[in-house]
């Protein structure tokens, strides 16, 4: 009971580690920029809005399955990347913006 | 300030003045201007480049009724170059008159597009051809019969072996070649078009208030982009559902995505003049109604796009954006019709 309990903390301290990374896409003349990312278990991506209009973002993968809504220029939206597999995201508004992040552990 | 500065200063201002009278309203911002800008080389697909055969054989099968069940109804009879490849009809009607649920879009310009129908369900126009031809409201026509009986057309016998050497009369044949066909529908030169190449009086004043309006005040490009005035993408801007008839959920159908409720493909306004009644359910008669839609910020207002909002437009800038719209109509449509294959 007690080890399983230390186990739970011990994951979710990993979940938390302050050395997540943050990375940013940006979402620029209707494409993600850059269409490919790597990163770790626990990292943010912040997805940046550079158009003079809106954009959205989700993903239906089952690693990580999301939908922010749509936003203006400027606006970012923040994602927290908590299992590993491989993730492709889109934008609804525009059907051919598309990009993959793999997490990995 | 010393003399050469000076010199480089004036120089300046000298080039700022010839691109300002180049394009004639000096507030135009030329990277927003460009895009409408016509890409100058034809869109072919890949996978089914084009050939004058091709282009001929898919041009007879589009004008054919013979393609449908009932031998009396071809991808024309909805999609009609005398209407601007449309049918005037609020919404399509189909086999034994039924009335279809969605206005039919022009086909012009389907070349440049990356996803097809209202819903964007169809992505390329191979993808799309035989959809109407097999659907029971529309065309009513099986795809065994319809085998059989071109192959009892020598003509197209013919015409299907020079446009695909070897593949027979196949489904996909069909298809490829009414696709190779639907890239020529192209708009060509309009009033807009030979403004923007420098022609000053092509358009008139209005027209070209229209136009910074359409840049600007009214934000119409946020969605209305590029040379065919599309983003290809999908907006709910809020239009009301036609009386008697069912709510639509556009783009929903296809992805179960909150914004996408209500949220249909945005269409060209090429050649839109020609193609009334206007938006997925033909709910406005005159682009006058339309751009009165826009000013009030829609219509129907849960789920609807963040970039629409009341525009607060004069009576003047309502007929300036009309007057807009109107100088993108083709000078005239060059087109014959042609002989079907016996
Ligand atoms: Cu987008």
């Given at each position: 009971m007690k080890i399983k309990y230390c186990l739970g903390v011990a994951l979710i301290a990993c979940a938390f580690d302050a050395s997540a990374a943050e990375y940013e896409i940006a979402q620029r003349n209707k494409a993600f920029a850059p269409v490919y990312l790597k990163i770790k278990v626990g990292d943010v991506v912040n997805f940046v809005n550079d158009d003079p209009f809106a954009h959205n973002v989700y993903s239906l993968s089952e690693t990580k399955s999301f939908d922010v809504g749509s936003y203006p220029k400027g606006q970012g939206k923040q994602i927290t990347f908590d299992k590993p597999g491989q993730v492709f995201v889109e934008c609804a508004i525009h059907p051919f913006m598309k990009m993959k992040i793999e997490v990995t552990q | 300030m010393t003399r050469r500065t000076t010199v480089a200063a004036s120089f300046v201002v000298i080039i700022v003045c010839v691109i300002g009278t180049a394009v004639s309203a000096p507030n135009f911002n030329q990277a927003k201007v460009e895009q409408f800008q016509r890409l100058p080389q034809i869109v072919e697909s890949p996978s089914n480049p084009m050939s004058p055969a091709r282009v001929a054989l898919g041009k007879a099968l589009f004008f054919d009724p013979r393609l449908s069940g009932s031998q009396s109804m071809s991808c024309a009879s909805c999609h009609n170059p005398s209407l601007g490849w449309s049918d005037g009809l609020p919404t399509a009607i189909g086999q034994g008159m039924s009335k279809l649920r969605r206005a039919t879009p022009t086909i012009v310009n389907s070349a440049y597009g990356s996803v097809f129908m209202w819903d964007g369900r169809k992505h390329s126009l191979e993808d799309q051809a035989l959809g109407p031809i097999q659907a029971k409201d529309e065309m009513n026509m099986d795809m065994t019969i319809l085998l059989e009986r071109l192959s009892t057309i020598k003509g197209y016998?013919?015409?299907?072996?020079?446009?695909?050497?070897?593949?027979?009369?196949?489904?996909?044949?069909?298809?490829?070649?009414?696709?190779?066909?639907?890239?020529?529908?192209?708009?060509?030169?309009?009033?807009?078009?030979?403004?923007?190449?420098?022609?000053?009086?092509?358009?008139?004043?209005?027209?070209?208030?229209?136009?910074?309006?359409?840049?600007?005040?009214?934000?119409?490009?946020?969605?209305?982009?590029?040379?065919?005035?599309?983003?290809?993408?999908?907006?709910?801007?809020?239009?009301?559902?036609?009386?008697?008839?069912?709510?639509?959920?556009?783009?929903?159908?296809?992805?179960?995505?909150?914004?996408?409720?209500?949220?249909?493909?945005?269409?060209?306004?090429?050649?839109?003049?020609?193609?009334?009644?206007?938006?997925?359910?033909?709910?406005?008669?005159?682009?006058?109604?339309?751009?009165?839609?826009?000013?009030?910020?829609?219509?129907?207002?849960?789920?609807?796009?963040?970039?629409?909002?009341?525009?607060?437009?004069?009576?003047?800038?309502?007929?300036?954006?009309?007057?807009?719209?109107?100088?993108?109509?083709?000078?005239?449509?060059?087109?014959a019709v042609p002989r079907l294959p016996q």
């Amino acid at each position: 009971m007690k080890i399983k309990y230390c186990l739970g903390v011990a994951l979710i301290a990993c979940a938390f580690d302050a050395s997540a990374a943050e990375y940013e896409i940006a979402q620029r003349n209707k494409a993600f920029a850059p269409v490919y990312l790597k990163i770790k278990v626990g990292d943010v991506v912040n997805f940046v809005n550079d158009d003079p209009f809106a954009h959205n973002v989700y993903s239906l993968s089952e690693t990580k399955s999301f939908d922010v809504g749509s936003y203006p220029k400027g606006q970012g939206k923040q994602i927290t990347f908590d299992k590993p597999g491989q993730v492709f995201v889109e934008c609804a508004i525009h059907p051919f913006m598309k990009m993959k992040i793999e997490v990995t552990q | 300030m010393t003399r050469r500065t000076t010199v480089a200063a004036s120089f300046v201002v000298i080039i700022v003045c010839v691109i300002g009278t180049a394009v004639s309203a000096p507030n135009f911002n030329q990277a927003k201007v460009e895009q409408f800008q016509r890409l100058p080389q034809i869109v072919e697909s890949p996978s089914n480049p084009m050939s004058p055969a091709r282009v001929a054989l898919g041009k007879a099968l589009f004008f054919d009724p013979r393609l449908s069940g009932s031998q009396s109804m071809s991808c024309a009879s909805c999609h009609n170059p005398s209407l601007g490849w449309s049918d005037g009809l609020p919404t399509a009607i189909g086999q034994g008159m039924s009335k279809l649920r969605r206005a039919t879009p022009t086909i012009v310009n389907s070349a440049y597009g990356s996803v097809f129908m209202w819903d964007g369900r169809k992505h390329s126009l191979e993808d799309q051809a035989l959809g109407p031809i097999q659907a029971k409201d529309e065309m009513n026509m099986d795809m065994t019969i319809l085998l059989e009986r071109l192959s009892t057309i020598k003509g197209y016998r013919e015409m299907f072996d020079h446009a695909y050497p070897g593949e027979g009369i196949t489904p996909d044949a069909i298809a490829k070649a009414i696709a190779s066909f639907e890239r020529t529908v192209v708009s060509t030169n309009t009033p807009f078009d030979r403004w923007r190449r420098g022609e000053q009086r092509a358009v008139s004043d209005a027209a070209k208030r229209g136009f910074e309006l359409f840049l600007g005040k009214a934000d119409c490009v946020a969605c209305h982009q590029g040379f065919n005035f599309t983003d290809e993408g999908f907006h709910n801007i809020g239009v009301k559902t036609v009386d008697g008839m069912k709510d639509d959920d556009g783009r929903y159908e296809q992805l179960k995505l909150r914004g996408m409720k209500g949220a249909f493909k945005t269409p060209t306004l090429r050649e839109v003049a020609l193609t009334a009644p206007y938006m997925h359910n033909g709910i406005y008669t005159t682009l006058e109604e339309v751009v009165d839609h826009y000013d009030r910020g829609g219509d129907v207002k849960d789920n609807l796009d963040i970039s629409m909002r009341p525009l607060k437009l004069s009576t003047q800038e309502k007929i300036d954006l009309v007057e807009f719209m109107k100088t993108l109509t083709s000078e005239r449509l060059e087109f014959a019709v042609p002989r079907l294959p016996q």
